[in-house]
């Protein structure tokens, strides 16, 4: 079983940045990402970044955001730049999508808050 804990949540302006990251209980090298929960929309998660074999972003973030993982310290980033009151959000850590399409993996999740 893989427990993903992620830090790096908190509050800040618009225009500024912050840094994610997600530490694996054990060694994975399977596919991982972020996936964000804006509030107010229960249902609306969306898949942000990823890195597999490709990284992959949402055009929400492109140019913006930038995932990368250190497989050494088992642990994945996603730097954001450049930060919009829209990235407010729940972000969520995954790890290994399963042939059906889903992470089989979550964190708990960690909260950024960006105001003007």
């Known amino acids: 079983q893989v427990q993903l804990a992620e830090s790096g949540g908190g509050s800040v302006h618009t225009g500024g940045s912050l840094k994610l990251s997600c530490t694996a209980s054990i060694h994975i090298s399977c596919k991982m990402g972020w996936y964000r929960q804006a509030p107010g929309k229960a249902s609306d998660l969306v898949l942000i970044?990823?890195?597999?074999?490709?990284?992959v972003y949402a055009e929400s973030v492109k140019g913006r955001f930038t995932i990368s993982r250190d497989n050494a310290k088992n642990t994945l980033y996603l730097q954001m730049t450049s930060l919009k009151a829209e990235d407010t959000a729940v972000y969520y850590c995954v790890a290994c999508e399963n042939r059906r399409g889903a992470f089989d993996y979550w964190g708990q999740g960690t909260q950024v808050t960006v105001s003007s």
């Open positions: 970044a990823s890195i597999g074999d490709t990284t």
